[in-house]
């Protein structure tokens, strides 16, 4: 299963065009819909590395250090189990709420792409449109970039406001290399020109920069505290 999803990885990310032109066949409510879950539980995962290193593992280094002699042999087996549990719930918190707001974004993403191609005058299904916008994805594995940066914005190595702009930047990056994967999407499922696939992958390309300005103004800064 590992090397299938890294196959597919490798060939939506890095081969877009043979991907999209040979789009899997089946329900897209099966395999399409399972790829982007499996794109929000890597997400998921190191989000909860994040989260782990930088409000858990302090606290058990401090137990660590007052903790000494044969009480350590004690404690050891019992804070390695509470730390495991605690990473476990944050994972599955964390995957859950990812995987339900990536499978919206994504749902909502493939129709715009669908109704923009049949205004440029694609007559395809619109099951296509939610097959490629769900594989699409996969382009969201960018934002661990940002995920990480967490760490050393903790550590004091990185301010917020570098951070913020790290994550613009990266951000900007998903948005435009989505939206290359989702114009391609549409000329090779729609049948359309290159420049009207352009065109139509402006709507869900604009659905997500008014997503990343809601993100960036009104709730990053509430992440703050969290990520300094």
Not at 50 to 65: A, D, H, K, R
Not at 112 to 128: A, E, I, Q, W
Not at 155 to 181: A, E, P, R
Request: glycine share 8%.
């Amino acid at each position: 299963m590992f090397k299938k999803y890294l196959g597919l990885f490798n060939l939506v990310l890095m081969r877009p065009v043979l991907f999209f032109t040979k789009l899997p066949s089946g329900n897209w409510k099966e395999e399409p819909v399972l790829f982007c879950g499996v794109v929000a539980w890597v997400i998921a995962f190191f989000v909860s590395c994040v989260v782990f290193i930088n409000q858990m593992l302090p606290i058990g280094l401090t137990i660590w250090v007052e903790v000494t002699g044969w009480k350590l042999v004690l404690v050891a087996p019992v804070a390695v189990v509470l730390s495991f549990m605690f990473f476990i719930m944050v994972y599955a918190v964390m995957g859950m709420v990812l995987t339900g707001l990536l499978l919206g974004l994504f749902y909502v993403l493939g129709w715009l792409l669908h109704f923009g191609g049949r205004m440029m005058g694609g007559l395809s299904d619109y099951t296509l449109s939610l097959k490629a916008s769900f594989y699409s994805s996969a382009a969201a594995l960018i934002l661990i970039i940002p995920v990480l940066t967490v760490i050393f914005s903790k550590q004091g190595l990185v301010d917020f406001t570098n951070f913020k702009i790290g994550y613009n930047i990266v951000y900007s990056l998903f948005v435009v290399y989505l939206y290359g994967l989702m114009a391609i999407a549409s000329r090779k499922i729609q049948g359309i020109e290159r420049w009207e696939a352009f065109v139509a992958a402006l709507l869900p390309a604009a659905v997500l920069v008014l997503f990343g300005i809601v993100m960036s103004v009104a709730i990053l800064g509430k992440l703050q505290n969290w990520v300094i």
